[in-house]
């Protein structure tokens, strides 16, 4: 029933006042015909861009032939995902979930019922980051504990340490006898575009592997393709025990996926951790066909090309216009640009000349451009921008 003090779409979001009706590739339209030009992805999901034909041809072969049979059976679709990813990745073994947050969720419990079928039911804790997203479900928020998700949710799950960014005293400190993992985001996405450097990447493999914990990456935004590495730890040359992927992995279809060496995963055996929908037909052909385009030889080598191309544009802005931009920070087609005065008052300008970025902590935008950005975008992206920070007095 109709009531007047509250919308029938729980207000939980604060939305801009825009309704898009198609997209293609970097660009999205409102129901009047009014272009956007789109470097947010739908916070770094839409990596293909809006409407892949290639993805759209996939999915709507799928929904003719078969939607969901549930996990009571084998799934071709989902095997076939999974042998990919395997092939491709540090991974021996491949959880599909239907979303981010179900995807930390289930690197949370794999860590617990690792070290319980291992007889070590004390080693429990997970280490965590100050800044830190992981979702929005009770384990999460727990998990990443930021004053705003968690107020007004207690109680907290209980088992998380987390210790501030870039605190490599705290960090050692928090690692004890009971420590399970340690959970990061190589590129904190939500946290402002921060990222760890590589010698530190390297630096928490060892400090797992000395102390026998597991590894865990949260590459659920920097991951899939996005810093012009399939994955963001590649660069480092070394691979966790479990990640978590998410986001650009589906392209918009909501599906996410826990990957994980077998001796890390050797406690989720059958009956341990479920899903109805995990891993449906729908959704592992959805990320066959994400992972068509996106294993294709000259794909990643294109991201990197465009990241450049952008974030030499941004390092640009930011000198010629030092009273609005503080800093560009970030990697590949993950770009944050820190602004001086007001993001989100900057953020509205920019949406009212017809560009869409996202804003994230630290008075940070980020840009997030669907991989597929062509030059001519990058530039149009970088005039936009330009212009709106000389009609700005810093
Ligand atoms: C978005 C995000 C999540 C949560 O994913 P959902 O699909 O929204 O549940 C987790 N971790 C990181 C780093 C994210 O950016």
């Not at 939607?67 to 042998?83: A, C, D, G, P, V």
């Not at 291992?118 to 004053?147: K, W, Y």
């Not at 109680?155 to 998380?160: A, D, K, N, S, V």
């Not at 005065?341 to 451009?369: I, Y």
């Amino acid at each position: 029933m109709r009531n007047a003090a509250i919308p029938a779409v729980m207000p939980n979001y604060n939305r801009l006042p825009v309704a898009f009706d198609r997209g293609r590739g970097c660009e999205l339209w409102d129901a009047a015909g009014r272009r956007w030009l789109d470097l947010t992805a739908g916070i770094a999901v839409v990596g293909l861009g809006h409407c892949h034909p290639h993805l759209t041809a996939a999915l709507t072969d799928q929904a003719e032939q078969l939607w969901h049979t549930s996990n009571l059976y084998r799934i071709s679709e989902l095997e076939r995902l999974s042998e990919r990813l395997v092939a491709r990745t540090f991974a021996e073994t491949v959880l599909l979930t239907n979303s981010g947050a179900e995807a930390l969720e289930g690197c949370i419990k794999l860590a617990r019922r690792h070290f319980h079928v291992r007889g070590l039911p004390q080693r429990n804790r997970i280490v965590t980051f100050e800044g830190a997203f992981h979702g929005r479900t009770m384990a999460t928020i727990s998990a990443a504990g930021g004053a705003k998700m968690v107020d007004g949710f207690a109680p907290l799950l209980e088992g998380f340490d987390r210790v501030p960014w870039g605190d490599h005293e705290a960090l050692h400190q928090a690692v004890g006898p009971n420590t399970a993992a340690i959970l990061i985001e190589p590129i904190q996405g939500e946290g402002g575009i921060r990222e760890v450097p590589i010698p530190c990447l390297k630096g928490l493999r060892d400090l797992c592997d000395r102390e026998g914990i597991l590894l865990m990456f949260d590459e659920v935004q920097c991951g899939v393709g996005r810093t012009g590495t399939l994955f963001v730890h590649e660069q480092a040359g070394i691979s966790p025990d479990v990640m978590a992927v998410a986001k650009g992995i589906g392209n918009g279809f909501p599906v996410g996926a826990v990957l994980a060496t077998a001796h890390a995963a050797q406690g989720l055996t059958p009956g341990t951790h479920g899903s109805t929908y995990a891993g449906n037909p729908l959704a592992a052909r959805v990320c066959n066909a994400v992972l068509d385009v996106m294993l294709a030889p000259e794909f990643l080598p294109r991201v990197q090309a465009a990241g450049e191309r952008l974030e030499a544009g941004l390092r640009d802005l930011t000198a010629r216009h030092p009273g609005v931009f503080a800093e560009v920070r970030g990697r590949g087609l993950m770009l944050g640009l820190k602004l001086q005065g007001d993001a989100l008052a900057f953020n509205q300008a920019l949406f009212e000349a017809g560009l869409l970025l996202v804003p994230a902590a630290e008075n940070v935008l980020r840009l997030l451009p669907p991989l597929v950005i062509s030059d001519a975008e990058i530039d149009e992206a970088l005039t936009i921008l330009d212009a709106t920070a000389r009609k700005t007095t810093p």
